[in-house]
Structure formats: structure tokens, C-alpha cells
T-cell receptor, first 112, second 112 residues
């Protein structure tokens, strides 16, 4: 079992550009959540996808959007990048409303 | 609404000494509580979880935590610190399928 996999591991983008991050959940998991972890802080919830729909959303602007595919994998899209979007983006997967979530290694996004 | 506070952004202990990392939570519903560990440039690894069963929870690597409802606490302990325990530790609260709310983290340093 490969666990939760995220790609790419590192990414450098310029202000104003758009970025797409990808996540494959742990085998058997159908729910994917995304978190943003700024340097020196705890992860902040962005949104959660279940059955290809956004089930919950945190306090993030509409520039942050996502998608879940029929195979449960997910994408996080960020438009009009700001310097403040530089962070580690973590994907977590779980099964249904099960409380235990498994995290990927994250994608380090740097906006210059 | 749920929230988590972690007293002490940085804790230093000597190798072999007791580790105590503090976590207090606020939740309007019976919480599920978690401790995660994060090593540099990595994702989050689950140490242990409380999901309304036994109040004393044992986790991996010799860590344990006790849920105290009256004190709204879920402190993490380890009897004897090892150099490999040096990392960032995050306490998190959730409730059945909802998103995780993380504390700001505590960086543990282990001195030889």
C-alpha cells in the first residue's frame, strides 16, 4: 500500500500564475482533504471532497478550488498566486466519516 | 466551533528525561483528539488518537496521552526522550468526519 501520494514534491511559481497540485488517496479511502501549512504554523483546513463534491470548506478565498475524480484522486488549484500562498500543502485521505486521516508528504509551493 | 492550544512553541529536554507536551482543546461536541508528529520536510505521522474509548491512549514510539474532560486537556508524554524524538508535534481535534483543527505546534528538541 503506497499510502497517500502527492505530486509534485516541490514547485516554484511566479505571482499571478496558476498552480495544480495532485493527490492520490490511500487504497480504500474515498474522502480527500487539503490543508495549507505556512512555515512555523499548524495546518489550516482548505476543503474536503467526498463523492466528487466539496463537502466542507475552510476560510479560504475562491482562488482555491478543487476537484475529485471517480477514482477518488483529487486536485487542488490555486489561481492568481500571491506570495502569501507559499506553504506546504498537505493532502489527507480517510474513509467516509471515519475520523482517522492519513497524510501525504506534502507539496512545497514557493511563490516568487 | 473547535479550537486547540498548545502551551509552549518550543520545548527542550535532555535525552532520557520525561517529555510533556501540552494540549488543551475547545469543542462544542464530544471531541476526537489526535497527536501527529512532523519531521523536517515531511508530512504528518499519526502518533495516537482518542475516540471516546479508554481515556489513556498509547501510541507509537513509547508516547501516550490522557484525555481529561474536566480539564479539556490531552497532554502527550513519553517517559524517556530519545534523540530521534526531536520533531514538531501537533495536537488536533475533530468530530466524526469533520475537518481537523490543528494547534500551532510544539517543537521538541532533545539535548544530548
Amino acid at each position: 500500500d503506497a499510502g497517500v501520494t502527492q505530486s509534485p514534491t516541490h514547485l516554484i511559481k511566479t505571482r499571478g500564475q496558476q498552480v495544480t497540485l495532485r493527490c492520490s488517496p490511500k487504497s480504500g479511502h474515498d474522502t480527500v482533504s487539503w490543508y495549507q501549512q505556512a512555515l512555523g504554523q499548524g495546518p489550516q483546513f482548505i476543503f474536503q471532497y467526498y463523492e466528487e463534491e466539496e463537502r466542507q470548506r475552510g476560510n479560504f478565498p475562491d482562488r482555491f478550488s478543487g476537484h475529485q475524480f471517480p477514482n477518488y484522486s483529487s486536485e487542488l488549484n490555486v489561481n492568481a498566486l500571491l506570495l502569501g500562498d507559499s506553504a506546504l500543502y498537505l493532502c489527507a485521505s480517510s474513509w467516509g466519516r471515519n475520523t482517522e486521516a492519513f497524510f501525504g508528504q506534502g507539496t512545497r509551493l514557493t511563490v516568487v | 466551533a473547535q479550537s486547540v492550544t498548545q502551551l509552549g512553541s518550543h520545548v527542550s529536554v535532555s535525552e532520557g528525561a520525561l517529555v510533556l507536551l501540552r494540549c488543551n482543546y475547545s469543542s462544542s461536541v464530544p471531541p476526537y483528539l489526535f497527536w501527529y508528529v512532523q519531521y523536517p520536510n515531511q508530512g504528518l505521522q499519526l502518533l495516537l488518537k482518542y475516540t471516546s474509548a479508554a481515556t489513556l491512549v498509547k501510541g507509537i514510539n513509547g508516547f501516550e496521552a490522557e484525555f481529561k474532560k474536566s480539564e479539556t486537556s490531552f497532554h502527550l508524554t513519553k517517559p524517556s526522550a530519545h534523540m530521534s524524538d526531536a520533531a514538531e508535534y501537533f495536537c488536533a481535534v475533530t468530530f466524526r468526519g469533520q475537518n481537523f483543527v490543528f494547534g500551532p505546534g510544539t517543537r521538541l528538541s532533545v539535548l544530548p
